[in-house]
C-alpha cells in the first residue's frame, strides 16, 4: 500500500537549515509527484514545493529563496532543504503524493 | 495566487444535524477543489477531489458540490468522529491553495 514517512532534526537553531527526508514505498517516484506541505501549531496548512514525477521541481514563491527539493528514486526518497530557519518556521511538516496520500508529519522546532 | 475564502473559521453542531462549509475562490478553480478533514495531531485525510468525487472510504454522509469559483461541503448527520477541522484546497493552478479551515465542534 503506499505509504510515506517523514524523518529528520526535531530541532534546529535558529539561521540553520532545516533536512528532511520523505521515504516512500508502495509506489513509484518516477509515476506519481510529492508535494511537502507545512502547519505552524494551531494554524492551517501550507503548501511548500513539490517533485514532479519526471523531476521537475516547484516552489511556494514566499519560499523560493529558501528551499530545495531533490530526490533519490534508487531510494525511494524526497529531500527538502530550506535554510535561514525563524522561529515562524515552526510546525509539522508532511509530504505527501497527489495532496492525496499523506505521511504522518514531523514537528520541527526552532529555537535556541 | 489563487485565494481560498473558506467559512465559517468555526462551527458548532448537534449530532445529527447537517452543516455546510463554503469556500470561494478569487478566481474560476473549475472543479478543481478537494477537501480535507484533520482531527488534532494527525495528518489531513482527504475526503473529496474534484468538487464532488467521495475518495475511497469516506462515508456518503459527505458531500461537495459547486462551480466557478463557489463551492461547498456539507456533513448530513453529523457523527462524534465527524469532530474535526475540515480544509478546501483548489489545485486547479499552482500555487496549490488551502483555505483557512473550520473547526467543527460539539454543541
Not at chain 1, 528532511?20 to 510529492?34: A, D, I, M, P
Not at chain 1, 531533490?70 to 535561514?84: A, E, I
Amino acid at each position: 500500500q503506499v505509504q510515506l514517512k517523514e524523518s529528520g532534526p526535531g530541532l534546529v537553531q535558529p539561521s540553520q537549515t532545516l533536512s528532511l527526508t520523505c521515504t516512500v514505498s508502495g509506489f513509484s517516484l518516477t509515476s506519481y509527484n510529492v508535494h511537502w506541505v507545512r502547519q505552524p501549531p494551531g494554524k492551517g496548512l501550507e503548501w511548500m514545493g513539490r517533485m514532479r514525477y519526471n523531476g521537475d521541481t516547484s516552489y511556494n514563491s514566499a519560499l523560493k529563496s529558501r528551499l530545495s527539493i531533490s530526490r533519490d528514486t534508487s531510494k525511494n526518497q524526497v529531500f527538502l532543504k530550506m535554510n535561514s530557519l525563524q522561529t515562524d518556521d515552526t510546525g509539522t511538516y508532511y509530504c505527501t503524493r497527489d495532496l492525496t496520500y499523506w505521511g504522518q508529519g514531523t514537528l520541527v522546532t526552532v529555537s535556541s | 495566487d489563487i485565494q481560498m475564502t473558506q467559512s465559517p473559521p468555526s462551527l458548532s453542531a448537534s449530532l445529527g444535524d447537517k452543516v455546510t462549509i463554503t469556500c470561494q475562490a478569487s478566481q474560476n478553480i473549475n472543479k478543481y477543489i478537494a477537501w480535507y478533514q484533520q482531527k488534532p495531531g494527525k495528518a489531513p485525510r482527504q475526503l473529496i477531489r474534484y468538487t464532488s468525487t467521495l475518495v475511497s472510504g469516506t462515508p456518503s454522509r459527505f458531500s461537495g458540490s459547486g462551480s466557478g469559483r463557489d463551492y461547498s461541503f456539507s456533513i448530513s448527520n453529523v457523527e462524534s468522529e465527524d469532530i474535526a477541522s475540515y480544509y478546501c484546497l483548489q489545485y486547479d493552478n499552482l500555487p496549490p491553495t488551502f483555505g483557512a479551515g473550520t473547526k467543527l465542534e460539539l454543541k
